[in-house]
C-alpha cells in the first residue's frame, strides 16, 4: 500500500507568479485535502476535494485553487502568489465518511521571494 | 464553530519521565479527536484518534490519551519519554456535519524535548 506523495518537495517562486503543487493519494482513498502550515503554526485547512468536486473550503482567497483527478490524485494552484503564501503545503488522503483519519504527505515547502 | 487549545508551546521532559501534553477543544457537536506528530521537515503522522467507542485511547509508540467531556478535554500522556519522541505534536477536532464535515481544525502546536 502505497502513502501519500507529494511533488516538489522544495519549490522557490517569485512574488505574482503561479503555482502548481502535486499530491498522490493513498491507495484506496477517495477524498484529498490540503492544509496550510506557516512556520511556528498549525496546519490551516485550505480545501477538500471528492469525487472530483471542491466538498468544504477554508478561510483563503480564490486565487487558491484545485482540481482533483478520476485517480483521486489532486493539484492545489496558487495565483499572484504574495510573500506570506511562503509555508509548507501538506495534502491529505482519506476515505470518505464521518471520523475516518487523514493520512498525509510529506509536504511541499514553498518559498515566495 | 470547532477550534483547539493547545496550553504549553514548549514541553521539556527527561527521558524515562511522565509526558502529558494538553489539549482542550470546542465544538458544537460531539467531536472526533486526534493527535498527530510532526518529526522536522516532515508531514504529519497520525497517534491516535477518538471516535466515542471508547474514552481512553491507545495510539502508538506507547501514547495514549482521554476523551473528557466534562473537561472538553483530549490530554495525551506517554509513561515514560524516549529520546525518539521529540517532535512536534498537534491536536486536532473534526467535526461530525455541516460546514466542519471532513475538515480538521488543528492547535497551534507543543515542541516537546526530551533530555537526558
Known amino acids: 500500500e502505497t502513502g501519500v506523495t507529494q511533488s516538489p518537495t522544495h519549490l522557490i517562486k517569485t512574488r505574482g507568479q503561479q503555482v502548481t503543487l502535486r499530491c498522490s493519494s493513498q491507495s484506496g482513498h477517495n477524498t484529498v485535502s490540503w492544509y496550510q502550515q506557516a512556520l511556528g503554526q498549525g496546519p490551516q485547512f485550505i480545501f477538500q476535494y471528492y469525487r472530483e468536486e471542491e466538498n468544504g473550503r477554508g478561510n483563503f482567497p480564490p486565487r487558491f485553487s484545485g482540481l482533483q483527478f478520476p485517480n483521486y490524485s489532486s493539484e492545489l494552484n496558487v495565483n499572484a502568489l504574495e510573500l506570506d503564501d511562503s509555508a509548507l503545503y501538506l495534502c491529505?488522503?482519506?476515505?470518505?465518511?464521518?471520523?475516518?483519519?487523514?493520512?498525509f504527505g510529506q509536504g511541499t515547502r514553498l518559498t515566495v521571494v | 464553530a470547532q477550534s483547539v487549545t493547545q496550553l504549553g508551546s514548549h514541553v521539556s521532559v527527561s527521558e524515562g519521565a511522565l509526558v502529558l501534553l494538553r489539549c482542550n477543544y470546542s465544538s458544537s457537536v460531539p467531536p472526533y479527536l486526534f493527535w498527530y506528530v510532526q518529526y522536522p521537515n516532515q508531514g504529519l503522522q497520525l497517534l491516535l484518534k477518538y471516535t466515542s467507542a471508547a474514552t481512553l485511547v491507545k495510539g502508538i509508540n506507547g501514547f495514549e490519551a482521554e476523551f473528557k467531556k466534562s473537561e472538553t478535554s483530549f490530554h495525551l500522556t506517554k509513561p515514560s519519554a524516549h529520546m525518539s519522541d521529540a517532535a512536534e505534536y498537534f491536536c486536532?477536532?473534526?467535526?461530525?456535519?455541516?460546514?466542519?464535515?471532513?475538515?480538521?481544525?488543528f492547535g497551534q502546536g507543543t515542541i516537546l524535548t526530551v533530555h537526558p
Open positions: 486536532a477536532v473534526m467535526g461530525a456535519g455541516g460546514t466542519s464535515y471532513g475538515k480538521l481544525t
Open positions: 491529505a488522503s482519506s476515505r470518505q465518511g464521518e471520523g475516518t483519519e487523514a493520512f
